[in-house]
């Protein structure tokens, strides 16, 4: 077995090699009871050889090692774990990680903190702080201590690529700004020698957490901005979305015309990159004098999923759930169908009914319990021989979320070509979303905008000025309530447009003002015991999507009306006044509501109509009173 690891690491260093062929001989070792005898370097080395071949049974095979590790940890050394570590998180990242890869992570996190200090300990701890982040290992105190462990080794004895990952991970686990200053202290000093790589991986991650340090990020435009190889597309894409996320447009503006001849003479330009540099021109304000550079990117996008189309199409490989189709039909039965509302031949626009999930393909696991539906087994039996919707990296072709408590539209993409192009108009702001809302309180008519970045983490978000990511929703009051039989409980119908998509925007922007949405357990959860005894949801239902066709830019529009569960809970409530009266009739029917941008007009006339009926009625009492005939 020391044999075969020691070979199975050679061959991922050395060329020449046939390192597939020799790393499926080493998954199928790895699953037999001798492996359990392995040496713990001998199984941190096949492990991390094992990721760079990716053969058949490598899941198994990992898995293996992580039973090993867990079984015999004390025997490990923590740069044994370390690999191992890295290797679990590398495969996890196009996995459901199982929770033996989460426990071994913790343990090689718990390993390096410990580990005596030597030469090396700053390249352990980075090593291990990037896999632990990868995989998403949770424990605030072991990153505190991780953080300080970083800021102690920040000098010389960490390389760039040491840097990046430390600043990296530390940002993904959302780790306090001031944890982070050390490290950033030293990638400003030694920006030059960084590689564009590695510096996209700071600039991203310092963007995340809202550093607005003027020396970094002119450091940083001024680091990009001569860069003129194609490789350095991502550092580019990266730092243009730091700086419009840190909110430089000057910055950003200076920096564009290094792109565009870099666009030109790149063969197959990252789509992450060229989506980051679009989202960032049209953040910015920058569209109308970057439109030649924005149609430039819509074109490469359209070839990149075009290719993709090409050499994919005979290669739908459906994913390993096989559980999700033998009880579809039994679970299916107690549930409310997805209903398709538009479609052509490279989109789909779908009605969410609550209890689905707009999952990846990866976490999306149907059952008869509680766990929610997933959206993409419907899609994958609806659409059998379509590869994006088998492609988890991907999402499995899905655009813009949901939440599974909320009903609405969701857009979904038929072919990579429309799944690029339908990300490059969400990320230009050309997608108009709808919604209606029911929230506590009387939202006044000429609250019409709420801005606030939001903040998320894990399952939730929240409203921070300092580590927030921008977030901007439109809202227009349409209707007023309250319960019958109590004065106090009142109640504002909304219809909101978002123009950033951020986790849970609307239910944390609208908790934010003083009105959260109805029936909201996550952001209201002292209204939830008093909701649920006559709302059964989130009242937020998404009933418009509008956005430029893909072939060509033609509108596409798809509008549903408010589900049945929500007319009946709309259709308890006592209007305050008969334009609301108006609203609650027409919706309460089924009828579809109007776009956004419409429901002033609506609003004015029911309030016309209503002040016309009343004068009337003014006008007959004037005449009863005087005896006479109205005219």
């Given amino acids: 077995m020391a044999n075969l690891g020691n070979l199975l690491w050679a061959s991922a260093t050395l060329n020449g090699i046939n ?7 080493a998954a199928v070792r790895m699953c037999e009871p001798a492996f359990l005898e392995a040496s713990p370097q001998g199984v941190a080395n096949m492990a991390w050889a094992l990721v760079f071949a990716s053969p058949s049974g490598m899941h198994q095979a990992l898995t293996r090692a992580a039973e090993v590790a867990e079984l015999r940890t004390p025997e490990f050394r923590p740069r044994d774990l370390a690999a191992l570590g890295w290797a679990l998180a590398v495969a996890a990242q196009a996995e459901l990680v199982p929770e033996l890869w989460l426990r071994v992570a913790h343990a090689s996190l718990e390993a390096a903190l410990e580990a005596p200090h030597g030469r090396n300990s700053g390249k352990l701890l980075a090593q291990t702080a990037w896999a632990c982040a990868s995989i998403r290992t949770s424990s605030e105190p072991l990153w505190n201590r991780l953080a300080a462990g970083l800021a102690h080794c920040a000098g010389d004895s960490l390389s760039s690529q040491d840097v990046a990952n430390g600043i990296w991970a530390l940002s993904t686990m959302s780790c306090q700004p001031s944890s982070l200053e050390a490290l950033v202290a030293v990638a400003q000093g030694r920006i030059q020698s960084f590689e564009p790589r590695q510096l996209a991986a700071c600039a991203w991650a310092l963007a995340t957490t809202r550093d607005h340090s003027s020396s970094w990020l002119e450091a940083l435009a001024s680091a990009a901005a001569v860069a003129t190889s194609p490789g350095a597309l ?12 840190c909110d430089k447009p000057e910055l950003l503006q200076a920096l564009l ?16 990159a060229m989506l980051q540099l679009a989202w960032s021109i049209s953040l910015s304000g920058l569209s109308t004098s970057q439109r030649p550079l924005l149609d430039n990117i819509e074109e490469l996008l359209r070839l990149e999923g075009k290719l993709r189309d090409g050499t994919r199409s005979d290669k739908v490989n459906p994913l390993q759930i096989p559980e999700v189709h033998q009880c579809f039909t039994k679970v299916l039965a107690m549930a409310e169908l997805p209903r398709i509302v538009f479609q052509d031949k490279d989109l789909v626009i779908l009605y969410k009914p609550i209890h689905w999930e707009v999952d990846d393909g990866i976490t999306g696991k149907l059952s008869s319990g509680r766990r929610p539906l997933p959206l993409s087994a419907f899609m994958q039996q609806r659409f059998p021989n379509r590869p994006i919707l088998h492609d988890t990296s991907l999402g499995c072709g ?20 429309a799944f690029f192009l339908l990300q490059f108009r969400q990320d230009t702001h050309d997608v108009a979303r709808e919604y209606l809302v029911l929230c506590h309180g009387l939202v006044p008519q000429e609250l019409n905008e709420i801005r606030a970045p939001l903040w998320s983490k894990e399952s939730s978000s929240r409203v921070d000025f300092v580590r927030g990511a921008a977030a901007k929703t439109l809202l227009q009051p349409i209707a007023w309530f309250r319960r019958d039989g109590s004065e106090n409980e009142h109640y504002s119908l909304l219809v909101i447009s978002i123009v950033t998509g951020r986790k849970h925007q609307i239910r944390c922007h609208l908790a934010h003002v003083g009105h959260p949405v109805v029936c909201d357990g996550r952001y209201a959860a002292e209204e939830l015991f008093k909701d649920v005894t006559w709302c059964p949801r989130n009242f937020l239902h998404r009933f418009r999507i509008e956005l430029p066709g893909i072939a060509s830019r033609e509108k596409v529009e798809a509008c549903d009306s408010l589900p049945r569960d929500l007319q009946q809970v709309l259709g308890q409530l006592m209007p305050a006044d008969p334009a609301s009266a108006a609203v609650q009739k027409d919706l309460v029917a089924g009828e579809e509501p109007v776009p956004f941008a419409d429901w002033l007009l609506v609003t004015e006339k029911h309030m016309s109509a209503a002040l016309s009926s009343i004068a009337g009625v003014c006008t007959i009492v004037e005449a009863k009173l005087s005896n006479k005939k109205p005219d």
């Fill in 234 to 245: 991502p550092l580019l894409g990266a730092s243009a979305w730091a700086l419009a996320s």
């Fill in 257 to 272: 015309p290094t792109i565009a001849p870099l666009l030109k003479c790149a063969d197959s330009p990252s789509h992450e």
């Fill in 19 to 25: 390192l597939v062929e020799v790393a499926e001989r």
């Fill in 398 to 417: 899905f655009q813009g979320r949901l939440d599974v408590q909320s009903s609405g539209l969701v857009m979904c993409a038929l072919t990579y070509e």
